[in-house]
């Protein structure tokens, strides 16, 4: 009988605690730079060992990321198309979105530089300049926020590029798209931080052929999902991941982030 209590007293001991953990871990559907550059291994070990809280990352596009959030797939957002995250907080899906960081986008592409692009100022007279003369660019085409911000330019100098025999839609995250261009020679839009952190690694024969317009500045947010929306959510947890990334603790990690070189990848900007 002694043995019978015992041994039952901990099976509730343990479902206990193995529900205080599992209410302890939440997920964050994210952009894939935040992933690639590496900024989530260097500041989620500092946010845990303060919190207890587990975030577990699902690396997709913007706008795949926004969908998870939508459905109740994840807890929170962590992505880079503030157009996006207004409207779907608008609509009622978000909740508590801030501004984080930023960094910039680039255009990279072959040493050679066909298109002759090298010291335009101009990102969208660029991709212009490549359509002209029918030079390969590879797309990520996956709707997240850098696929917004290329499709954006396009736009704004009248240039339809989809169905286009030197365009190239790859379905794929920011570092494998990059990988595609260079074994294609081809240019491709990324953001500054993920060719960083990566163009070594990945031993990229190419260079940053424009940078510093200001269009190209790329703004990352937070957001928690509505719990209205979906009751399961950790809202809680969520918002205090949320609150520490906006803090002055947070924003001191975000900042303290450098690739192997020293170089600043993201810049923290929350008000």
Not at 59 to 71: L, N, S, V, W
Not at 107 to 127: E, R, V
Not at 215 to 223: A, D, E, P, R
């Amino acid at each position: 009988m002694k043995k019978t209590v015992l041994m039952l007293t901990a099976v509730l001991i343990l479902t206990v605690v193995g529900s205080v953990f599992a209410q302890s871990e939440i997920i964050c559907a994210s952009t894939t730079s935040t992933e690639n550059s590496g900024l989530f291994n260097y500041i989620l070990p500092l946010f845990e060992k303060k919190t207890g809280i587990k975030v577990k990352v699902v690396a997709r596009g913007t706008g795949a990321a926004i969908e998870m959030g939508r459905r109740g797939d994840a807890d929170m957002a962590f992505v880079h198309a503030k157009e996006q995250e207004l409207r779907a907080v608008a609509e009622g899906f978000f909740v508590n979105r801030h501004d984080v960081m930023y960094n910039d986008f680039v255009i990279i592409g072959p040493t050679d530089d066909p298109a002759k692009i090298k010291g335009m100022k101009s990102a969208a007279d660029a991709l212009k300049k490549i359509a002209e003369r029918g030079a390969a660019f590879v797309s990520r085409g996956d709707n997240s926020g850098t696929n917004t911000k290329e499709l954006s330019l396009w736009e704004k100098v009248g240039v339809d590029p989809k169905g286009q025999k030197w365009y190239l839609e790859v379905g794929q995250g920011m570092e494998k798209t990059q990988r595609i261009a260079n074994e294609k020679s081809a240019y491709t839009l990324t953001d500054r931080g993920t060719w960083l952190a990566t163009k070594d690694k990945d031993k990229l024969g190419m260079v940053i052929v424009l940078e510093d317009d200001p269009v190209l500045f790329n703004q990352y947010g937070v957001m928690a999902v509505n719990p209205e929306k979906h009751k399961h959510v950790k809202y809680t947890e969520a918002t205090e991941f949320i609150n520490w990334l906006i803090s002055k603790e947070g924003q001191q990690a975000i900042a303290s982030f450098k690739d192997s070189l020293g170089n600043h990848l993201f810049y923290p900007n929350a008000e």
